[in-house]
């Protein structure tokens, strides 16, 4: 049933040639007043009418964002969420900002719902949204290459992260795109290219403690393989009071120092 008024608020959207209902008064102001009366039925079925009769509203993102959290964040419907959006997206596809931040939105929803097919294509429609920032690149190579490590294609993730290392964004953020590369290079056993990458990551100024920490932690396990335990062990001492979880750092050094034995 919603799916079937979803589809209809979409028709409205795209076919404005449909008649046209006498104008519902303070629709707008009764959704409102429900809403913050948590009378959620009521105020989803008061921006509805409002949607279907001011086709025109200068409200409509209003309402239209109301919809979705009623849906998302109240009903908790992840599913019904991603159809109200792509609905949205109808509408404001041509408007870049919007766009932009229904795109965000939808993409993030797919991957919670570990729909990676279509987190892809949403993400490479943020990458194909006229008047892309490099930013926005970037943070759609990293997430499409964070859908394909989900579905198991280390190989297309690889691209994905090179292809975000290409953008030209400040330093911080491209030392992201190196970590997710180095990362996913580690996973494909790739070890020495995995160093290369992730000692990039430490050269590149201004990163977080965190980042940091994960990077060194890598790192480590980088020269595990490769058969330098006392560089792992180095490493793992230096981030022992600033890893947030340092019991797991402690477990690390006593099997690499009982191993080394």
């Not at 419907?77 to 870049?96: I, K, S, T």
């Not at 965000?104 to 990458?127: C, F, H, P, T």
């Not at 190989?155 to 491209?174: E, G, K, T, W, Y």
Request: aromatic letters at 10%; charged letters at 25%; glycine letters at 4%.
């Amino acid at each position: 049933m919603r799916t079937i008024l979803l589809a209809f608020l979409a028709c409205i959207i795209l076919a404005s040639g449909c008649n046209s209902q006498p104008e519902v008064e303070d629709d707008l102001v009764a959704a409102r007043k429900a809403y913050v009366e948590r009378q959620y039925l009521e105020a989803e079925r008061l921006y509805e009418r409002y949607l279907k009769v001011h086709q025109q509203g200068k409200e409509r993102w209003e309402v239209w964002n109301r919809l979705f959290e009623i849906a998302y964040s109240v009903r908790n419907n992840v599913h019904e969420g991603m159809e109200l959006l792509e609905a949205m997206y109808l509408e404001y596809g041509d408007q870049h900002d919007r766009a932009k931040d229904i795109l965000y939105r939808l993409g993030d929803l797919a991957m919670q719902s570990r729909n990676m097919d279509k987190a892809i294509e949403v993400w490479q429609r943020l990458l194909n949204l006229p008047e892309s920032q490099a930013i926005d690149q970037a943070n759609a190579y990293r997430s499409i290459g964070e859908a394909y490590i989900a579905t198991g294609d280390y190989d297309l993730a690889i691209d994905a992260f090179r292809s975000c290392v290409q953008i030209p964004v400040d330093p911080v953020d491209h030392a992201l795109c190196l970590y997710d590369l180095a990362q996913t290079q580690f996973y494909l056993e790739n070890y020495e290219s995995a160093e290369k990458t992730l000692l990039k990551v430490l050269d590149t100024k201004g990163i977080s403690s965190d980042l940091y920490d994960l990077t060194i932690l890598i790192l480590s396990d980088v020269y595990d393989q490769l058969g330098h335990s006392e560089k792992s062990i180095t490493l793992l001492q230096g981030i022992l009071d600033s890893y947030p979880n340092p019991m797991a750092i402690e477990k690390r050094l006593e099997y690499l120092r009982q191993r080394a034995q």
